[in-house]
């Protein structure tokens, strides 16, 4: 039986009988009930519960209606004679059906097969399986034509009937329980097998019965329970529940033939008083159970969580904490070996302490050991290639004055070096050659003995750490008070779970006060505590009652904080998952009493189990679960001693750690074969205690905990009565027994539904006041949890599935991580968005790949950015306190990492990675998408991220493959290529200057294709791209020489600046722009008015010309920001780029002229537009605000850069201000009157956002909706992607102060996006629902609006007779154009 199983069967029992009785029950009232009346719960408890259905699966071909997915149907049946089916998938249409026909009286087992559309050549490869044992016995009767082959097994050929095949087997031998076959094609030489194993079938079991009498089924159940009385009420095993039914019904048989009459035998085995107290035996006893889960429908809007910490203050200790003496020496030597410690530990002893830190500075291990202890000391100490040997070490590595013993070696401490004195240590140094694993040893003093916790101290040598730990750092990012006082603390809490969970009791107050930082630390702590980093028991014994005890009053307190702070649930639940659930009294102890009991029932109260005895009464761990579990494996795999180790091994325990407990554990087990079955029954028993103590995210104990139970007697039911919670909804027991009977299924689809609907059904629960909330919370992590474990099992079953099943399945597991998230729009929409591809994959829309291929990208971001929060907020939280803790660094390293791994995310990726090659093909995106289509040659550099290198120059041609890049970045000099997985818009910054450059810029989709030119790094390669595709090969050094793109990196510098002056005038409307004034954007937009069709609108603007700036500056009001601004860009000049963050501060401290308020004013107002100051003189600031941020950004980083690489003056560089009000988008676009990817003239290229277009231009993730129409068909346009962005930026209505330098839009050099556009109010970040947007969902609204933005284009092209890179919005229909420039 299995870990998921073990003692399922009791809880499925109670929960159906809970179903059947919820509404007539005597024990129900006050909303609370129990699942059994009281006066018959311990002998329920005790008497053989199972209910085993038969599935007659009837297998359908997938379909989808209504979102709804049709699947197998199951129809449950007992086991009464009767006929029972299965059908399974060989290839193709080929089936193999099996009908069992079971005996009755005289009659022989029968099973019939048959294959439809077979070949000719069929033969069954079958024999016969008794005992469980897994080995072929060859049954004596078979059909004509069957032949042994090489005495393990028989071959049968079918018989041909036009297109099938047949076979009939008829089974005498009632020793034979099952058969096992393979099928075998002789033609093809093709061997059908059932999911990579043989196939099998069970036989029924014989019963023989008189033909005219039969056995009353309530008087079986009655002897039943008198001789599970009689036994001393053992806990059964579902088999040994089985036989005791059967044996029972032998019994009643006997007597019914000796000729008595089954009311005699009633009166004599009731005696009037038992049969009110059971209940028929469940396995004929026919419940109303379900096939399948029928999810409900619920407005899932009604999942949204949008509660987002404030901000939190990062609090800095008052001083770095105090080096002891021993600290600092050890220091000093791990200075001096001039290599990384590969290991250090510190013990206490006493109030002194011990240090051994381990080096190898010179090819040769060493040892430095070094106390503060006074008094003379020895160290009394040995080798060991093996955990728990004392081997003499060599002559050669003995330190002076050491004296050899037999086997082992006595050392002085002293303060022999200068260090030692300075440091006022004693130490001891010890050179180890290789070859050895450890080094054991303990302490002598006088004539006392000094031990670790009773057991020999053991330096491991053997796979030493790379390096312990680094510097602790700053803390920044973390509530570093309170790591601060937890690793002060930890001494304490090693000491025991107990101490452990109290200190962290004692800390959570000060940890919600420091909000979502101080509830990282805690869980960081108890995470390194979980995976064992630290140490779980040091020289402290405790009893499980009180480590439970202790797991109770923190887990209650993290219930409070719960309660009141919705906004840290998450990080609350991830801590519980952690700690588990505890529990007052009997639970804890029960751990302490059922080993004796173990012991005693199945004589095995030596070795192994004693070691674990005493461990277990020393101070229980979530170990002892591994250890239950490995000696279970152990014991079904007929006591192999290998499987004991692996499966400790795969859960983290090796020798050494269980040498290291206080209560070592040294044997191995060894149990003698007359004990597996009451071992079986009983440590399958006992992992439910360990289970309902350490694994708060258990399911099966988490149902038990909710629905309650009530178990008395000896052994193992000391006493344990627990509650069911009050207020679950109707039904839900029924869910949880259908949860636990598909727990294990291989096919996991109904599971999955079962287990979400579980969920939805307790998230409000979770939300409302519960005394028994902890217990819910448990239960909802369980179930969390088992959609993880089932997704992954669930793997290849969906290798071959169609893409609507997986999207199906990518449904459910964001279902559930929305669930489990504190902030989760972005989800929620993702979820709708497949609903949506769903539903246009089964409404035969064309789109449905593409449109679900921007889902898809939009998922990936969501789980990305939900990434990146948890690194953000745990990340530096586990490098603090793991430096000061000393844990692995590799367990820092992945720390997050393995969060993120341990949730559904992952599991959601996986689908992700599968799902979208299909889509890609389906919707013909190929593995690339041409961004600037440049033939180019050049090095391979593999980086990060383009932000990162943005301002380096190659010295060589570089092919940068670039994992980030963000849609803003620069493309470094000496770049000729730049390809990533990112996906930048096409018309984003960056996209814009790979063309104008001349670089080749391309999106990966392919991460094979990916990885291939990452393993390139450093080689030549020559890309050849076309609009759709890039093939590379690599190439020699002649031909970077003989490549066109390498003659020249950079523009010629032939480019120039004319500065400009002051005009007389601080404002000026758009009749008066002109190129003395203003830059081209304001120009431009001044020669649209009038000129378009009148249906596009064009905005009310006017400016502050150029030269205003500088006549600011120089105003007597500015004079000391003046000097500093002067003063900064001589350091400018000098190269101090640092500087250039700081003119820009300084800027801002400019103040506005009353000649400029004054003219600003009256020209805004004489032109329709809105004074921001009429609003109140606050008002009036921020427009100020926004105009000097303008122009600040002359000295963006970016900006300065790009001008010194193509040679301009920075100087002479003079901004204007486009003023202009801003239209409240629905929609925002930026059009390209020629395709960018493919220089194609006669096509529009357009991209489209919801809000305002500076998730377009900017750095905001995702890709835009994306078109093209012809011009020639303006009324069709294509949709070439469907948007995966998943902000828009809203904002009232307001002002927008837009940069107008002229350093833009010169011959030869784009300098658009290189300067700041300012609103004078901020934006709101929208979450964006694309599932409802009429730009998606409406075709008739989708082509208007697309073909009004295309005819837009149009018109505007053919006014400057040249190809434009245009601007605008939509706002209810009508389209809007705000700045046009030459497309470059």
């Not at 509404?23 to 209910?51: D, H, M, Q, V, W």
């Not at 529940?241 to 000796?258: G, M, N, S, T, Y």
């Not at 050659?433 to 040893?441: K, R, V």
């Not at 002229?1153 to 609003?1175: A, H």
Request: with cysteine; hydrophobic share 35%; aromatic share 8%.
């Amino acid at each position: 039986m299995s870990n998921n199983t073990i003692g399922s069967n009791l809880i499925t029992q109670r929960l159906l009988e809970h179903h059947t009785r919820i509404n007539t029950s005597p024990c129900i009232s006050s909303g609370n009930y129990t699942l059994f009346p009281l006066e018959a719960t311990s002998r329920l408890r005790k008497l053989p519960l199972s209910t085993k259905f038969r599935m007659n699966v009837v297998r359908k071909r997938f379909s989808m209606s209504s979102n709804r997915l049709v699947m197998p149907r199951a129809v449950l049946a007992t086991d009464s004679p009767s006929e029972l089916a299965e059908i399974f998938n060989l290839e193709g249409n080929t089936e193999l059906q099996v009908t069992i026909r079971a005996p009755g009286p005289g009659c022989l087992s029968q099973i019939e097969l048959q294959v439809t559309n077979s070949s000719d050549n069929l033969v069954f490869h079958w024999g016969g399986i008794r005992d469980n044992n897994g080995k072929w016995m060859l049954p004596s009767r078979n059909p004509d034509g069957t032949k042994a082959y090489k005495n393990r097994a028989l071959r049968t050929p079918f018989v041909k009937t036009g297109s099938n095949s047949f076979l009939r087997l008829e089974i005498d031998d009632p020793a034979i329980q099952a058969i096992e076959f393979l099928i075998f094609d002789e033609g093809q030489n093709k061997w059908f097998k059932h999911k990579g194993d043989n196939f099998r079938i069970k036989l029924p079991s014989t019963e023989k019965l008189g033909p005219n009498v039969s056995v009353p089924e309530d008087l079986v159940q009655i002897q039943a329970y008198l001789r599970w009385e009689r036994n001393g009420k053992q806990t059964y095993t579902p088999e040994q529940e089985k036989k005791e039914f059967e044996e029972a019904r032998k019994e009643l048989q006997v007597e019914l033939e000796k000729g008595k009459s089954v009311e005699a035998i009633r009166n004599k085995i009731t005696k009037g008083d038992k049969k009110a107290s059971v209940s028929k035996n469940p396995e004929t006893k026919k419940f109303s159970t379900i096939e399948r889960i029928q999810l409900k429908k619920r407005d899932l809007m009604q999942l949204l969580n949008k509660y987002t910490p404030g901000p939190v203050k990062e609090t800095v200790s008052a001083k770095p904490p105090t080096l002891s003496a021993v600290d600092l020496f050890c220091k000093a030597k791990e200075e001096q070996s001039g290599s990384p410690a590969l290991r250090k530990n510190v013990y206490k002893l006493a109030d002194k302490e011990l240090s051994v830190l381990v080096t190898k500075p010179s090819g040769k291990t060493r040892i430095d050991l070094a106390t503060d202890f006074k008094d003379p000391l020895t160290l009394h100490w040995a080798l060991a290639k093996n955990p728990g040997e004392w081997l003499a070490p060599p002559s050669t590595t003995l330190p002076t004055g050491s004296i050899l013993l037999d086997k082992a070696v006595e050392t002085q401490f002293s303060s022999a070096t200068d260090d030692d004195s300075k440091f006022q240590v004693k130490s001891i140094e010890i050179e180890i050659e290789e070859g050895f694993a450890g080094m054991p040893f303990v302490l002598l003093s006088g004539a006392n003995w000094i031990k670790n916790n009773g057991s020999d101290f053991y330096v491991n040598l053997s796979g030493a750490h790379k390096q312990i730990q680094k510097d602790a750092g700053d803390g920044k990012g973390t509530a570093k008070f309170l790591l601060d006082k937890i690793a002060e603390m930890e001494s304490e809490a090693q000491k025991s779970f107990m101490h452990r969970f109290n200190i962290a009791a004692d800390l959570v107050e000060e940890a919600k006060k420091a909000g979502e930082l101080g509830l990282a630390g805690i869980l960081v702590w108890m995470r390194f505590m979980a995976t064992r980093q630290l140490i779980w028991n040091k020289n402290y014994n405790v009893k499980p009652r009180e480590i439970s005890k202790a797991q109770d009053r923190l887990t209650d307190l993290l219930q409070s904080v719960y309660k009141t702070h919705p906004e840290y649930r998450e990080l609350l639940r991830m801590i519980m998952s952690t700690v588990g659930r505890g529990g007052e009294g009997d639970v804890g102890q029960r751990i302490r009493d059922e080993i004796l009991v173990i012991q005693r029932n199945n004589d095995c109260k030596g070795g192994m189990m004693e070691e674990w005895h005493q461990k277990l009464h020393n101070n229980t761990s979530p170990d002892d679960v591994v250890i239950c579990q490995a000696l279970l494996d152990y014991i079904k795999c007929d006591f192999d001693v290998n499987v004991y180790w692996r499966t400790l091994n795969e859960n983290g325990i090796t020798k050494e750690r269980l040498l290291s407990y206080d209560r070592a554990i040294h044997s191995e087990p060894s149990f003698r074969r007359d004990q597996k079955d009451g071992l079986l029954r009983d440590l399958g028993s006992y992992m439910r205690t360990l289970k309902a103590v350490h694994s708060g995210a258990d399911l099966e104990s988490a149902i038990s905990n909710c629905m309650g139970y009530k178990s008395e007697g000896q052994g193992f039911m000391v006493g344990v009565e627990i509650n069911p919670v009050s207020g679950l909804p109707s039904g839900f027991p029924v869910l949880l027994q259908f949860i636990l009977a598909h727990v294990e299924d291989k096919n996991v689809e109904a599971l999955l539904e079962g287990l979400l609907e579980a969920r939805e059904e307790l998230r409000p629960l979770l939300s409302n006041p519960n005394d028994r909330l902890k217990d819910l919370l448990f239960l909802d992590l369980a179930l969390d949890s088992t959609v993880r474990t089932a997704i992954e099992r669930g793997y290849e079953e969906l290798n071959s599935a169609k893409p609507e099943k997986v999207m199906y399945f990518i449904t459910l597991l964001l279902e559930n991580l929305a669930l489990s998230s504190d902030d989760n729009e972005d989800l929620i929409y993702c979820l709708k968005g497949w609903n949506q591809a769903i539903k246009m994959l089964t409404s035969g829309d064309n789109n449905w790949a593409l449109y679900a291929k921007s889902v898809l990208d939009r998922t990936r971001l969501a789980l990305t950015s939900k990434a990146e929060w948890y690194h953000r907020l745990l990340q530096p939280s586990a490098e603090y306190l793991g430096a000061q803790l000393g844990v692995d660094e590799w367990a820092v390293d992945i720390f997050t990492e393995e969060i993120i791994r341990a949730g559904s995310a992952a599991s959601l990726s996986v689908l992700l990675n599968r799902l979208d090659p299909t889509l890609r093909e389906t919707a013909n995106l190929g593995s690339w998408q041409v961004i600037s289509p440049v033939e180019a040659v050049g090095y391979v550099v593999v980086v990060d991220e383009l932000l990162s290198v943005q301002n380096k120059t190659y010295e060589r041609p570089t092919i940068l493959v670039a994992k980030s890049v963000r849609g803003e970045e620069e493309i470094p000099d000496g770049t000729v290529a730049v390809l990533t997985p990112d996906m930048p818009d096409v018309l984003s910054h960056v996209s814009v200057r790979a063309r104008n450059s001349k670089v080749c810029f391309a999106t990966c989709f392919d991460p094979n294709i990916l990885s291939d030119l990452q393993s390139k790094e450093g080689k030549i390669l020559h890309l050849r791209p076309t609009s759709a595709d890039i093939v590379y090969s690599e190439a020699k050094v002649v031909e970077i020489t003989a490549s066109s793109n390498s003659e020249e990196v950079g523009p010629s510098g032939s480019i120039t600046l004319t500065k400009k002056q002051f005009g007389g005038r601080y404002a000026i409307t758009s009749e008066e722009f002109t190129s003395e004034l203003v830059g081209a954007k304001s120009r431009n937009i001044g020669y649209l008015k009038g000129k378009v069709p009148s249906w596009v609108g064009i905005p009310t603007s006017v400016a502050l010309p150029f030269g205003v700036f500088e006549k600011v500056l120089s105003d007597d009001l500015n004079k000391g920001v003046a000097e500093k601004v002067k003063i900064l860009q001589n350091k400018l000049e000098e190269e101090e780029l640092s500087v250039l963050q700081e003119i820009r501060k300084t800027v801002l401290e400019i103040q506005a002229p009353p000649q400029l308020v004054q003219e600003l004013k009256s020209t805004m107002q004489s032109t329709g537009m809105p004074w921001p100051g009429d609003e109140g003189d606050q008002r009036w600031d921020q427009a100020w605000m926004a105009i000097k941020k303008v122009w600040a950004s002359k000295w963006n980083e970016r900006a300065y850069f790009s001008t010194k690489k193509v040679k301009l003056d920075h100087n002479f560089l003079c901004m204007a201000v486009l003023v202009q009000e801003i239209i409240n988008a629905d929609y925002a676009f930026v059009i390209h009157t020629t395709n960018p990817s493919s220089g194609d003239s006669s096509e529009i290229y357009t991209e489209v956002v919801k809000g305002l277009g500076e998730t377009l231009v900017g750095a905001y993730p995702g890709r835009a909706l994306s078109f093209v129409c012809k011009k020639d068909d303006l009324n069709s346009p294509k949709v070439l992607g469907y948007p995966s962005k998943p902000i828009g930026l809203f904002i009232r209505r307001s002002i927008i102060f837009r940069s107008d330098s002229n350093g833009e839009d010169l011959e030869g050099y784009a300098g658009a996006g290189l300067y700041d556009s300012v609103p004078m109010d901020e934006e709101d970040k929208v979450v964006v629902d694309y599932s409802s947007d009429p730009i998606i969902i409406d075709p008739n609204f989708q082509k208007s609006i697309l073909s009004s933005i295309a005819r837009a284009g149009s018109a505007i092209e053919e006014l400057y007779g040249s190809p434009q890179d245009i601007e605008g919005v939509v706002k209810d229909g009508k389209i809007y154009v705000v700045q046009t420039r030459p497309q470059m």
